[in-house]
């Protein structure tokens, strides 16, 4: 797997929103990169890929703005995304709360078997599964944690999760519909 981080270019065949220089950074600065330290290179690039697919994938339908355009690989860069202040965000970079929810969810997800519950290989967490012998049947039941489903959760993975929410807020849309302005 190669390591492709999107930098606001639309660059082809983006897996991370966030390069590992930019996950260094935020957890030097919170002071909390013991664990995130003890990964080698390929295991962090790993991580960021997950935990970019997480995001990407939970919150697909839930971006303020648009997708710049059609045949970028991941969900941002996006135009017409406004931030907390109100203040338009550049469409040629990624917000620096992206960037910082990534590293979160990268460590969470980092390492399945210590997650409070399973993920599959989309990074979704597994809520339950059902298994029948006789007529072989298999039935998976996924968590929303985008609508605040993170009562399940324990541990570092909550507190992952809630930091990544709140770093995500002011991107996202209350409904899975966006505002439109007729002029």
Partial sequence: ????????????????????ADADAYFADRNTDSAWNDLGTTEKEQA??????YINTTYRLKWKGHKRTGDQSLTWPRSAVVDEDGFDLADTSLPQSLLNA???????LQDA???????????????SISESVDVISISTEYMDLSQGGSSALTGQFKVAFEQAKVWLSYLTTSSLSNRVERG
């Fill in 102 to 108: 990534t590293a979160e969810m990268a460590l969470a």
């Fill in 48 to 53: 960021l890929v997950r935990g970019t697919d």
């Fill in 113 to 127: 078997d210590t997650d409070p519950y399973a993920v599959d290989r989309t990074n979704t967490p597994i809520k």
């Fill in 1 to 20: 797997m190669a390591f492709v981080v999107e930098d606001g270019s639309i660059v082809a065949g983006a897996n991370s929103f966030a390069s590992i």
